[in-house]
């Protein structure tokens, strides 16, 4: 049945296999990008009275008016640039969270950090309504931070269990979002305001706001990926993981700090924008399967084109009104997760 | 006398503050094949658990190659010795050859492309365990005794001398359990591969093992060659059945033959137990 | 050997087992007790102090003077519904349980309550003097569409699914459905701010009308409940088993969930979606009186519930006093460590 010498011939089809795989690994997340590219400069003409998408298109050449110019890159293209953003942020961050978790359906807004980055961010509002802008994403920052540190701790017993984190996420996003709205109901005059913010907004968005969150994402994004093989290897199971070498609980820790990070420097910006951590790493896995290397690119390019159609639809569907990018989001992400769900109930392996 | 790389001297496993085992010393002979036996809850899983590392002992050491497997890192111990679980999850739609990878992590730093040396190891070790010529097939696809040659194939990715395997025929068919054993016992007299592992079968343990733990309640009972160790008086002490034991006609191990209750009586009656 | 597990109460694990009928006796003169001081504690604690003896007073023997009025107008009614409202949420919870055979599974984490809230929403928004027994009728269908894709999406009726899924599918399904609900009141600026503070889950403004609208649901529910009482306990023991004993599986299920969308769709209806209590009581009750025996946590977990609402409310008056801040706050922050304990006891998988 086997011999002892290593027959070359194996080792050199490894070779070609690995470059065979590796063109879709490269392809889907270029494509996705060059669409989004598109898609950038388009929607500058939506959405805005007198704008149209021509004058977008007619920007790039400079052959528009410089007044309608001026208007789309003042205010429009900071939230171009932040669909760009919040889009690899959430991506990534869901990605990472349902390697660790496990869980196909484990996302930061399921798992408390989105609510708990809006307990901070509301917080701060509400009491230090004078406070600069730029402390809210901090506060922000520190409520996620503080609502992923509960569970953490909470499932934390000799090591903390996929299924735990799972559960005790779903449990202190319960009760921030409990928080959350009591306070809205203290302050009714603002109540239409909270809930927009809630829902997820990129509404008023300048380029302050852009510089606030681009560092966030310039430096943990690729630390996250420098950690793709080891989220692979956390995959195979805690024991056999810790049997090749990975510190287990060292290495979900870290990680899962990092994609907390990221999650909550997202909400502080843009609101508690739902269903792109869940559903983009989703996609992507589909296009270009499980491996982190080929997952994360490829899932923050799905978050970005799916960020720049929800915006575009938020804003061109009844205009002058702007429906939040959060809720837009709901709308496509919803119904293809239930989907999913369909999906994953009739495959007959059940898996955990 | 072998020497031995891997022991456990005067451990006490406990589980929050459920004691499994009190007081046991292990010693793994190098370039044998070691079984560990016992009925359930004796502590086996237990105790190899603590060997590889995953569990801290309360109390005593565990040392590997004269160091404490503790103060050693993972990833050290990672590089030494290889370990296959019972629960074995594959993450979805994965590819034998992307599974038998992972056996590369140990030795792999953060910079992604893999070595002249990798590439050879996990091709030696799909060669060795047969399964070459299924790399590009899914896990989920294979049979059981596929599957798990791939998994074996894993730990030997690892380029270790020292393989631990907990239960690792358990579910599988017997000419699949069949399988699994040959190709270790070939490890291990072509290789010179150490094998230590959990079996549930006592009569599988005879025929492959070269030195057999005997544990019942959290202590080790005996332990030794199959031959001097496989007596039906420990088959009636530590498993509570009674039995006969007989040479087996193919291969000259013990071979465990239990006897029902009738036919104790019968048996009794005519003297012969 | 498998890693050993500390386990929680599980549903299902084994035959009913005999109750200490003296247990379940303390438990329930417990509960009575504390349900009347709470009762007496709820008709006097409020912006307008009125005394114990004048509170029960009021009650019991009519008059007219404003205190009167205050109790029977507005506390009388408060202090009934939240009893209400609690057995209804922990009888849902202890059906759920024991059709989905799964320690976590409640109305709130199914999306039950989050639908029905956004149909009531969406009516309110639409007919906003809209109450009572068409009210009910739109919230238990929200909440029945809303749970049964809930449970056939995550597989519940095929073979395994895990706990966890379930939860998680459940809990996103309710993220979207509350986002839904949400966007109606966003779009409608004169509906926000009552609108909201009853979607937190209140029983803060209740009226009279709302008692009576309860009632037949609760008294009903109930009695429906008990009758599927045998049929949960074999359910305990087992899919396969429970057919084997003969019982009827599919039906089980089906009344199951009438009963639970019925009582828990109109609690929601009258009273907003009030979290953890449909999950944490069956908990505390199969707890303290021992037992998987459903003839006794159902009612048990009916008058649990009611007392723990009950004094919840209570307690809400006192988050910010002298304001009012909704009681599904006080289920919330009580009921969320609960649940992070029930799940630190669930196994550990790998």
Redesign the interface.
């Known amino acids: 049945m086997t011999t002892t010498t290593p027959r070359r011939s194996t080792a050199a089809a490894l070779d070609s296999a690995d470059a065979r795989r590796s063109t879709r690994h490269w392809t889907v997340p270029l494509v996705l990008v060059a669409i989004s590219l598109v898609l950038s400069v388009v929607t500058l003409g939506i959405g805005t009275a007198g704008i149209g998408v021509g004058d977008a298109v007619g920007m790039l050449v400079g052959a528009t008016d410089p007044g309608k110019t001026h208007i789309m890159l003042q205010f429009l293209s900071p939230r171009v640039i932040l669909c760009w953003l919040v889009g690899i942020g959430l991506a990534v961050s869901g990605s990472v969270l349902q390697g660790v978790i496990r869980?196909p359906?484990?996302?930061p807004?399921?798992i408390g950090i989105t609510k708990g980055a809006g307990v901070g961010a509301m917080l701060m509002l509400l009491w230090f309504p004078m406070a600069p802008t730029g402390a809210i994403p901090v506060a922000a920052f520190v409520g996620g931070l503080l609502a992923a540190l509960l569970v953490y701790v909470?499932?934390y017993?000799r090591?903390t269990?996929?299924?735990?984190l799972?559960?005790?996420g779903?449990?202190?996003?319960?009760?921030c979002?409990?928080?959350i709205?009591?306070l809205?109901?203290?302050n009714?005059p603002d109540?239409?305001a909270a809930?927009?913010w809630?829902?997820g907004s990129l509404f008023g968005r300048s380029m302050s706001d852009v510089w606030q969150f681009l560092p966030w994402v310039v430096v943990l994004v690729p630390l996250i990926v420098l950690y793709a093989r080891r989220l692979d290897v956390l995959g195979l199971?805690?024991?056999l993981a810790a049997g090749l070498g990975e510190p287990v609980e060292r290495t979900r820790r870290l990680v899962l700090l990092l994609a907390v990070a990221l999650a909550s420097a997202s909400v502080a910006v843009a609101g508690t924008v739902?269903?792109i951590g869940?559903i983009a790493p989703h996609i992507a896995r589909s296009l270009v399967g499980g491996r982190h290397l080929a997952l994360l690119p490829s899932s923050a390019a799905v978050g970005v084109t799916l960020m720049l159609v929800s915006d575009a639809i938020g804003r061109g569907l009844i205009p002058p009104t702007e429906i939040?990018v959060?809720?837009v989001t709901?709308f496509i992400?919803?119904p293809y997760?239930?989907y999913l769900?369909?999906k994953?109930?009739?495959s007959?392996t059940?898996g955990? | 006398m072998s020497s031995m790389r891997l022991e456990a001297t005067n451990v006490r496993l406990a589980?929050?503050k459920?004691v499994?085992v009190d007081d046991l010393t292990l010693r793994i002979p190098d370039g044998q094949i070691s079984v560990l036996i016992g009925p359930?809850?004796?502590?086996?899983?237990?105790a190899l658990r603590s060997l590889s590392r995953l569990l801290a002992p309360a109390a005593g050491s565990v040392v590997l190659d004269g160091q404490d497997i503790h103060r050693l890192s993972t990833r050290e111990v990672a590089r030494r010795m290889a370990i296959l679980p019972q629960?074995l999850?594959a993450p979805e739609s994965i590819t034998v050859e992307d599974l038998v990878w992972f056996g590369r992590h140990p030795h792999r730093g953060a910079l992604k492309t893999p070595s002249r040396d990798d590439r050879e190891i996990v091709g030696w070790a799909l060669d060795v365990t047969g399964m070459a010529d299924m790399r590009r097939r899914f896990v989920d696809h294979l049979s059981g005794g596929q599957r798990q040659r791939a998994w074996i194939a894993l730990c030997l990715a690892q380029g270790t001398d020292l393989i631990l395997l907990d239960e690792p025929t358990t579910f599988l068919d017997v000419a699949y359990q069949l399988e699994v054993l040959d190709l270790l016992a070939e490890l291990n007299r072509e290789q010179g591969k150490t094998i230590a592992m959990v079996l549930h079968d006592f009569n599988m343990a005879s025929e492959y093992a070269d030195h057999i733990f005997v544990m019942k309640d959290g202590a080790l009972v005996t332990q030794g060659s199959p031959a001097e160790v496989l007596t039906s008086e420990i088959f009636h002490q530590v498993f509570g059945i009674t039995s006969q034991v007989v040479t087996h006609p193919v291969s000259g191990r013990p071979l465990c033959i239990p006897i029902k209750g009738r036919q104790r009586a019968v048996t009794a009656v005519a003297g012969r137990v | 050997?498998?890693?050993?597990v500390?386990d929680g109460p599980e549903v299902g694990s084994a035959a009913p087992r005999r109750t200490s009928g003296s247990r379940v006796l303390v438990i329930v003169i417990s509960c009575i007790v504390l349900l009347i001081i709470g009762f007496g504690l709820s008709l006097s604690i409020g912006t307008a102090a009125i005394s114990f003896g004048a509170a029960l007073s009021a009650v019991f023997l009519g008059g007219s003077t404003p205190a009167d009025l205050i109790v029977r107008a507005i506390r009388l009614p408060r202090a009934l519904l939240s009893m209400l409202v609690g057995a209804n949420m922990s009888v849902g919870g202890v059906i759920m349980q024991g059709i989905t055979a799964n320690p976590?599974a409640a109305p709130e984490?199914l999306g039950v309550s989050a639908g029905a809230a956004m149909v009531v929403v969406a009516a309110l928004v639409a007919f906003p003097t809209m109450g009572g027994l068409p009210l009910v009728a739109a919230a238990i269908v929200g909440g029945a569409v809303i749970g049964l894709?809930v449970l056939?999406?995550?597989?519940a009726g095929?073979?395994?699914?895990?706990n966890?899924?379930l939860?998680?599918?459940g809990?996103?399904?309710a993220?979207?459905v509350t986002?839904?609900t949400?966007?109606f009141?966003?779009f409608n600026?004169n509906t926000?701010?009552n609108v909201?503070?009853w979607?937190?889950g209140g029983v803060n403004f209740a009226k009279a009308t709302d008692v009576w609208t309860l009632l037949p649901w609760t008294v009903i529910g109930m009695v429906a409940a008990m009758a599927l009482a045998s049929s949960l306990n074999l359910l305990g023991l087992g899919e396969d088993m429970a057919r084997g004993l003969g019982a009827k599986v599919e039906r089980t299920r089906v009344l199951g969930g009438v009963v639970i969308v019925g009582m828990t769709g109109a609690a929601v209806a009258v009273a907003g979606p009030i979290?953890?209590l449909g999950l944490v009581t069956p908990h505390i009750v199969r707890k303290l009186a021992a037992t998987t025996n459903h003839f006794v946590i159902i009612p048990l977990s009916a008058l649990m519930g009611s007392t723990l609402l009950l004094w919840a409310d209570i307690g809400s008056r006192f988050?910010?006093w002298p304001?009012e801040?909704?009681t599904?706050?006080v289920t919330?922050?009580i009921?969320?460590?609960f649940?992070?304990m029930?799940?630190?006891r669930?196994?550990?998988?790998?």
């Open positions: 869980n359906l484990a996302a807004d399921i909470f499932a017993r090591g269990s996929p299924v735990r799972a559960l005790v779903i449990a202190v996003s319960a009760l979002e409990a928080i709205r009591l809205i109901v203290r009714p109540v239409n809930l927009i809630l829902t199971g805690d024991d739902g269903f869940l939040p959060g809720l709901a992400g919803g997760f239930l769900l369909a994953l109930a009739r007959t059940s955990r | 589980y929050e459920i499994i359930n809850g004796c502590g086996k899983s237990t629960m999850v | 050997m498998a890693t050993s500390i976590i984490i894709i056939l999406l995550a597989g095929t073979g395994r699914t895990s966890v899924r939860a998680l599918a809990v996103t399904i993220a979207l986002s839904l949400q966007a009141i966003i600026d926000a701010d909201f503070f979607l937190v979290t953890f988050v910010r304001f801040s909704p599904g706050v919330a922050v009921g969320a460590p649940f992070i029930l799940a630190r669930q196994k550990v998988s790998g």
